[in-house]
Every structure is written in C-alpha cells, then in structure tokens.
C-alpha cells in the first residue's frame, strides 16, 4: 500500500511539474485501436487486450475493449467493456482523463461457467514527458465480480505520429498485471 501512494504522489507531482512547463510538446490522440499482450500473475494467467478510443471533438470519447485471459488451472476469463470518457486539458503537456464503462465478464473453469456484469470507473493523467515519450498513470475501480481498485502506471514510446508501443503494469491487490503493446492512432 505504501508503494502504491508513494508512485501516485510521484505521479501527481510530475503533473504539478508539467503544469508550469515551458512550451508544450502534448499533442494528444484519443482516436486509437491497442493490442496487448496481457501477463497476470495469479495462476500464470496470460492472453490479450484489444482496446480502442473515440474522439468526439467536443473532449467526450466513446471507449470500449476486449480482454481474453487464460490460466494454468485450465480457466479462462473473457471481459467485455463499452462506455464514455472525458477529457480536460490540465496543461499543454498533460490531460486529465476520466471514464465510465459498463462491464461484463465472463468466467470458465473446467465445466463450471459464471458471468457478472457491473461498472468500471477510471481517472488519471495523461501526457508526453518529451515529443516521443507518453506516461500515463491511473486509479480505476470494477464492481465486476469482487469490487476491486487499483492503479496503472504507463508508458510509450512513439516510433511514428500514428504508431506507438510500451508497457503497463497494473497494482492490485492480490493481482500484478503486466502488459506489453501497441497503439495505432488512426486520426
């Protein structure tokens, strides 16, 4: 727990940082599509995320994903996720984001099947550290299943305007997530 307000104050602080920066260099998509590959470490779960965003013009985004999971106990997971987000531009640099998705989950275990739906909430902060580097850092909570928060921090490198790639790691509490992956900004 200590780990995780320390990386948020860091991440806020850097926010704070951005704030009163010299020229900005943001220049932010929010129309993308994402692939990622997906690494949890409870049970050696793996599989992959297929995300995407929509800008509408007026900083509201349409958001949805596809998660597919499977794990060494022979289980496997499928989440679907759709909804909307917001966009305030905290400075030329960073953005304050925020959505609302509905969730649904579907469980599988060797003949055993449940499904549970529910709603996922996420805020954070979004931005380039220099021309080709983006961080991203974000607290979200899922009443799918158990309720449960927690936070993501990011990373992305540009290779080109429309393509960029990093890692994420998410922080919960009995679960670690690692993802590695892509995006195509096709805007």
Known sequence: MKTTIFVAALLFSGAAIAQTSGPGNANLSYDYLE?????????GGDGF????SYDLNNNWLIVGGLT???????????IFEIGA??????SQDFDL???LRYARADFDNSGFSADDDGLAFSAGVRGRLTPDFEIRGNVHHVTVGDSDSYLELAGDYYFAPQFSAGISLEFAGDNDVVT???RWYFK
């Open 35 to 43: 692939l990622r590959f997906v690494d949890v470490d409870t049970n």
């Open 97 to 99: 984001v925020s959505t």
């Open 68 to 78: 597919s999971l499977d794990f060494n106990n022979n289980s496997d997971a499928s």
């Open 49 to 52: 995320r297929f995300n995407g």
């Open 180 to 182: 590695i992956g892509g």
């Open 85 to 90: 987000g917001y966009v305030w531009k905290y």
